[in-house]
T-cell receptor, first 117, second 114 residues
């Protein structure tokens, strides 16, 4: 079973539409971290946001917002008024504690977002 | 800014060759990772290292080895390259901390084995 499930393989929208990317995770740890990354066509993954398991406060940053719900093990990402530059692959990741005190990110399979002009 | 640099953007190697992928980070991070990215499969962890000379297997270590002789450098080695190792390889680094900080990624190396 996947630890991080991004059920949406590809989403296609028209510019200015709102779009929500879903992420469901699975862990037995009480302390863990959740992330969203963006991978534009250039290929380099760009960090967007981190949430720890004790902080369910939702966050808004410009056109981006995140909804973390422990009760449903979900960490969804919404882009408001999408733009062509938002076209990218978005990855959700879960970090759990591992050897040496490190937290190791496990990634979902990604959601490809295509924003048409 | 954190900088993770992978030695090559594109590589073409022949089946059976020994291949070295190099990664260097300049932020004194303890953790370094090698992931492989394939369409529809996302990023899969090959190996990670949390200190010099320390390494741990990830989810798909078969056919790979790693070396970390210096803190800033983490090498991925394909002992005998095969066509099924054609993929995008991503290196990342992060600090060890109780707050689970984010990983910083290099630009990726697209390896083709012919």
């Amino acid at each position: 079973a996947q630890k991080v499930t991004q059920a949406q393989t590809e989403i296609s929208v028209v510019e200015k539409e709102d779009v929500t990317l879903d992420c469901v995770y699975e862990t037995r740890d009480t302390t863990y971290y959740l992330f969203w990354y963006k991978q534009p066509p250039s290929g380099e993954l760009v960090f967007l946001i981190r949430r720890n398991s004790f902080d369910e406060q939702n966050e808004i940053s410009g056109r981006y917002s995140w909804n973390f719900q422990k009760s449903t093990s979900s960490f969804n990402f919404t882009i408001t008024a999408s733009q062509v530059v938002d076209s990218a692959v978005y990855f959700c990741a879960l970090s759990e504690r591992a050897t040496g005190g490190s937290y190791i990110p496990t990634f979902g399979r990604g959601t490809s977002l295509i924003v048409h002009p | 800014d954190v900088k993770v640099t992978q030695s090559s953007r594109y590589l073409v190697k022949r089946t059976g060759e020994k291949v070295f992928l190099e990664c260097v980070q300049d932020m004194d991070h303890e953790n370094m990772f090698w992931y492989r990215q394939d369409p529809g499969l996302g990023l899969r962890l090959i190996y990670f290292s949390y200190d010099v000379k320390m390494k741990e297997k990830g989810d798909i270590p078969e056919g790979y080895s790693v070396s970390r002789e210096k803190k800033e450098r983490f090498s991925l080695i394909l002992e005998s390259a095969s066509t099924n190792q054609t993929s995008m390889y991503l290196c990342a680094s992060s600090i060890v901390g109780s707050w689970g900080t984010e990983a910083f990624f290099g630009q990726g190396t697209r390896l083709t084995v012919v």
